[in-house]
C-alpha cells in the first residue's frame, strides 16, 4: 500500500488501528467505517452510471433513510463491531451519493433521453455490495488490500467531485434565475 493514501486520508480518517481492516495483513489507509463509506460511495456512483434508476420518490425516500441510518451508529447509540461500523458507513456512502446524483441526473436525463430501469436492480446490487464488503476486508487476502484501498479513493473522489459539481450547478441555477428576474418586470 503506498504511503501516499495513507497521508491523504489520514487528513479525513482518524486510521485507528484497532478499527481498521487489515487484508493479508495489511491496513487499510481507512479505517472500517470510513472503508464502508469510500467504498460504497464508488459502488454507488458505478450503478447509478451504468444502470440510471429512476430518481422517484421511492429513490429519494430511500436515499434519505441510508443516511439517516448512520445516527444510531456514528453517536454510538447501538452496540457495533467492525461489520456493523463498515455496513454503516456503506449505507451512508451509498446514500450521500444517491443524493448529490440528483442534481446531476437532471442534467444528464435531459440530454440523453434514455428511459431508466428499474430500481430493483440499483438496489440489489447495492444490497450484495454492503454484505460483500465486509466478508471480502475479512477473507479477500493480501490481493483485497490494494483493491479496496482504490476502491476508497475513488469513492473519495466521487463524492468530492459530486459535491463540487452540486454546488456550481446550484450556483450557476442561482446566476440564471437571477437573470431572468432582472429581465422580466416586476408586476
Known sequence: MTAFMHKIF????????????APGGELLPVCQRCT???????????LLFWLRPPTDTRYRWLHVILVLLMTPFGFHLVPHGAVLRTMSGHWFGFGVVGLLWLL????????????APSLRL???MG???????????IWGGSFAAPI???????GMAA?????????IMFVFSILAWLRRLAVSPIS
Open 10 to 21: 489520514g487528513l479525513i480518517c482518524a486510521q485507528n488501528p484497532a478499527h481498521t481492516w
Open 36 to 46: 464502508g463509506l469510500y467504498v460504497g460511495a464508488a459502488l454507488a456512483v458505478l
Open 104 to 115: 446531476p441526473e437532471t442534467m444528464i436525463s435531459a440530454k440523453t433521453g434514455r428511459p
Open 122 to 124: 440499483y438496489l440489489l
Open 127 to 137: 444490497a450484495a455490495s454492503i454484505f460483500l464488503l465486509p466478508l471480502f476486508s
Open 148 to 154: 479496496i484501498s482504490w476502491l476508497a479513493l475513488a
Open 159 to 167: 463524492v468530492s467531485g459530486l459535491l463540487v459539481g452540486n454546488v
